[in-house]
Every structure is written in structure tokens, then in C-alpha cells.
């Protein structure tokens, strides 16, 4: 018993403690990659900053509000990429989100059990699906369509419609912002459902099945129980596809057109930022370079505000509900 | 009287439960419809992709080079291209990930740090690829003058290192403290403790943590465009330009050349399946108990 306790005691007055040099390696190139994860984004900030500063000192500010895009005259400005991308984000967050609550109110409360794990597993594959196999589909499949059936049937009925109707008028391209932001609608319809189905299973089944009790409907419980309870989740939910939505390329490249005109009509071509990085930054150099990197300096702005808020939000879920 | 009394709102509230039911039953209609739609859509983008790839998938796919159209190339050097760049970055990104990971649980667990890593490397998962691929161009191929394999896999390195993480993270949290402090009392340093008790636990999960990561990056084409780049002939020299699966598979769909969109969609094909097969398989080593 004695000798037990001298042993520690000088063992640990000694200092020779066996695992001494292995905690500090291995402790310490934890903590190092750990930090590393911090520097990542510092660092991704500062390059992006940096390659952007060229266009900002040539076009000064105003660079984010003009509408030009010539690289002939080396003139650019990044209006009409931003206000493709706000709009196809628009239209696939306008169309996504009814279809993810609909198949999230559908995996939580109506599915039968064995039908459950079959149907959540489809739609992580739909996840999983590279999106340049969306582009793909898009340009091959949805652009014929939309051109000759779905664009004519939408300017037929509102092309003409008073206050909207520049909104649908046109010829009907097939490529456009309104294709792009469907084809973008089914990419980030898998990751509103799935962090939706994860918020809706944090409702505590007592609450649920009190309102059930009480003789509510599914649609009466999803509305009064469900929803308040997970707003905040479900808010995370939204702004965190929204975020995938604005950034997403390959998916928006092959459809959307690559026009840096901006027209009234959402049927006709545009570009969104990332659109325009992939077609034209290998073979830029100089100001456009300059130009295209500025861009790429809004994306990063613009997504990673919208991806914080929405991990924000996440966060204040997890933490209220453990 | 009192009939007439105890009558009418028994009528009314029977309207009133009609009216809810009704606007019950469009809801449900409705969601299931939604769930119909996004099953017709996986079958239809999958059902398409196999009618389109299975028809030029020929053995010669993987034995010729890509070349100019009409001149029956094949994918080797993009399929080649695409493993080695893939290979690159999972071998940088999974120890970097895995000791991040053990950082957040096993060092700073409820430490303000490992809570700021926590919520940047969240940022940094659903962070736009793109992005990456233009980070990776500043850092990699701007000052070395050229685009190159190894920019390539140090961007696809990027993207899977906070999923790594994550998992990595998740997992670990979901070891017992009772096991490490078994390993503890026996007298084994912290580190034996992790390398031995919580690693061995988790160590399933964190091997879906890869594959999935694994998954997600080889499909990757929008960082590839500004780091890899393509090249039309093989080459295994990561410090030159590097064709890969997805970034062939762009140049060639937005072709007009018609064998060229069969060769992509051929690869498509190769691709897809590759992912989903990865998915599958990694989610069968997960624990149950992660949803």
C-alpha cells in the first residue's frame, strides 16, 4: 500500500511520466489542426479580398451597381450576375420550400413506418447527387421542355397580365433564370427536407399527442404544435438551402444562359456570379480576372452571411432543446 | 325552444369539423403529393442517366484517352485524373480531420474555442464549392504560375476536411466517458486513451465520415475548373494540368458534338453510381443511433 503511493508520488514529482511526450505531440497537433479549421476561413476571407481589391480600385464601389459586363472595352460591373443569382435563388427557395414541407410533414406524421427508412434514403441520394448530373438532366431534359411546352403555356396566361406580365413575356428561350431556379429548386429540396425531418423529430411526442388527443388534425398539429415549436429550425432550414442555392454552379451553368443583360421577363437568359466564374475565369486574365475575382468576393459575402444566420439559428435550436 | 337551441349549434359545429377535415385532407393530399413528385424526380434524373450512359459504356471507355471528336476516345486519363486528385485530398484532409474532430471533443469539450471551431467548420460545410476553387487559385495556382493536379487535390482536400470533422466530432461524442475513464484508472496517457479506447469505439462512424467525404468530392467540378483544370492527354504528373471525370464531363455535355455528349454521359453515369454506391455503403457502417 506504502510502496503504491511512493511510486505515484515520485512518478509524477519526477516528471518521466511514460505518456508525457506522446500527450504533448499528439495534444498539440490536435490543437493545431483544430486552429487550422479557424485559419481556413481567415485565410479564404483575406485571398478573396485581396483578388478582389484590382476591380474595386479600377471601378471603385460602384462596381456592385453597374450594369455593364465587356470585356472588348474592359468595363465591368456586377449587377447583372448579382441579380441572377438573387433571382434563381428566389425562384428555387419559392418552389422548394412548399414541396420540402410538404414531404417533411409527410415523413414525420403521415408515413407508414416500413416506408419510412426507403424514402428518407431516397432523398439523401437525391443529395447526393453530383450537380453537375443536375445540369446535365437540366440542359438535356428540363430546357426542351420548359421551351416547348411549359414557357409558352406560362406567357399565354400571364404574359399579358397587368403588373406581372413583364414578369412572363418573352419569347420562350427554354434556357433562362426561371429554369435555372427550378433545376436549383430540386438540388436544395433534399437538404430542406432532411434538416426539416431532423427539427420536426425534436418535438416531444407528450406535445403531439396531447393535440391528437384533443382531437386535432394532422394538419391542425403540424401548424399549432410542430411548427411553432421548431420555427427556429425550420427558419435555419430555409436560409441554409437559400445559402446552397446562391453559390450553386455547375447546376446553373449548362441553363441559365450567360447573358450579362438584365431583362424584366424571368423567362429570358441571364448569369448568375458563380455562372459566370465557371465559364469564363480560366481563360481571364488581367481586369476581368480582377473583375471575376471581385464577384466571387460578393458570393463569399453574400453566402456565408446567409449560412451564418442559418447556423445561428440551428444553434439556438440545439441549444434550447438540447 | 330548447330543441330548436340544442339543434342549431350542434349543425354548426358540424360544419366546423367538416371544414377542418377538408382542409385536413388537401394538406395531406398535397404532401403526399410533394413526396410523389421528389420520388418521380430521383427516378426520372437516375432512369435517364442509365437509358443515356448505358448505351455508350463500353469496355474502350477505360482503356482509350480523350481525344478530338469523331475519333472514338475514350475517359482513361479523366477517370485516372479523377481518382488521383480525389485520392490527394482525402489523404490530406482525413488526419487533419480526424485530430480537428479530437480537438473539439476529446481536448476543448465546452471550451468557448472548440465552440467558435464547432460553428466556423458548420459555416465551412455548406460553404459554396466554388468559392474553394477560387481560394485554392490564390493560393495554389496564382503564384506558381500554372494550374496543376495537386491545386486540384488541395481544393477538393478543402472541402472534405469539415465533413470529416463533423462526423469525426459526432461520433467521438457519442463514446461513453465511462470507457475513457476505465482506460484512465488502468494508467494509460491521454493520448493511448484516444488512440485505443475512443478511436476503436467510433471507429465505424468515423469511417462513414470519410466514404461520405469521399463521396462528395469526387463529383466535384466547380473547384476543378480553376485548380486541375482538363488535359487531353494522360498524364500521372500532379504538377501539371489534370483531366478529371466531372470537369470532361462539362466540357463535353455543353459540346455540340454528339459522341463527345455520349462520352459524358457515359461518365455521368460512372459517377453517379460510384457516389450513390459510396453513400450506401458508408451509411450502412453508421451506428443507428445517428439519424
Known sequence: ?322 | MMEIQAAAPLFASQQIVRKRLRINKIVTTLSVFATAAGLFLLAWILGYLLFKGFATLSPGIFVHDTSSPGSGGGLRNAIIGSLMITGIGIVLATPIGILAGTFLIEYGRGSKLAEVIRFVNDMLVSAPSIIVGLFVYELVVAPMHHFSGWAGGIALGIIALPIIVRTTQDMLLLVPDALREAAYALGAPKWRVIVVVSYRAAFQGMLTGVLLAVARISGETAPLLFTALSNSSFTADMSSPMASLPVIIYNYAASPYADWQNLAWAGALLITFSVLILNVVARSFAPRSRN
Not at chain 1, 498539440?28 to 478582389?52: K, R
Not at chain 1, 418552389?95 to 409527410?106: D, Q, R, Y
Open chain 1, 1 to 322: 500500500m506504502t510502496s503504491v503511493a511512493v511510486t505515484a508520488t515520485s512518478q509524477s514529482k519526477g516528471g518521466a511520466h511514460p505518456g508525457r511526450l506522446g500527450n504533448t505531440l499528439f495534444g498539440g497537433s490536435a490543437w493545431t489542426f483544430g486552429i487550422l479549421v479557424l485559419i481556413l476561413l481567415a485565410a479564404v476571407m483575406i485571398a478573396l479580398v485581396i483578388g478582389a481589391l484590382p476591380a474595386f480600385r479600377e471601378f471603385g464601389i460602384s462596381f456592385i451597381w453597374t450594369e455593364v459586363w465587356n470585356p472588348g472595352k474592359d468595363i465591368y460591373g456586377a449587377l447583372a450576375p448579382l441579380y441572377g443569382t438573387l433571382v434563381t435563388a428566389f425562384i428555387a427557395m419559392i418552389i422548394g420550400v412548399p414541396f420540402s414541407l410538404g414531404i417533411a410533414i409527410f415523413l414525420t406524421e403521415l408515413c407508414p413506418n416500413y416506408l419510412k427508412r426507403p424514402i428518407s434514403t431516397a432523398v439523401e441520394l437525391l443529395a447526393a447527387v453530383p450537380s453537375i448530373i443536375y445540369g446535365m438532366w437540366g440542359l438535356f431534359v428540363l430546357v426542351p421542355l420548359m421551351q416547348k411546352y411549359i414557357e409558352p403555356a406560362i406567357i399565354a396566361t400571364f404574359g399579358n397580365a397587368p403588373l406581372i406580365g413583364a414578369l412572363f413575356a418573352g419569347p420562350p428561350y427554354g434556357i433562362g433564370l426561371l429554369t435555372a431556379g427550378i433545376i436549383l429548386s430540386a438540388m436544395v429540396l433534399p437538404y430542406m427536407v432532411s434538416i426539416m425531418r431532423d427539427v420536426f423529430e425534436t418535438v416531444p411526442p407528450q406535445l403531439r399527442e396531447s393535440a391528437y388527443g384533443l382531437g386535432a388534425t394532422t394538419w391542425e398539429v403540424v401548424r399549432s404544435v410542430v411548427l411553432p415549436y421548431s420555427r427556429v429550425g425550420v427558419v435555419g432550414a430555409f436560409m441554409l438551402a437559400l445559402g446552397r442555392a446562391l453559390g450553386e454552379t455547375m447546376a446553373v451553368t449548362f441553363v441559365v444562359g450567360n447573358s450579362y443583360h438584365i431583362m424584366k421577363s424571368i423567362l429570358a437568359p441571364g448569369t448568375t456570379i458563380s455562372a459566370s466564374l465557371a465559364s469564363e475565369f480560366a481563360e481571364a486574365d488581367g481586369l476581368q480576372l480582377g473583375a471575376l475575382l471581385a464577384n466571387g468576393f460578393l458570393l463569399f459575402v453574400l453566402t456565408f452571411s446567409v449560412i451564418g444566420f442559418a447556423r445561428l439559428m440551428l444553434l439556438r435550436l440545439q441549444k434550447q432543446y438540447g
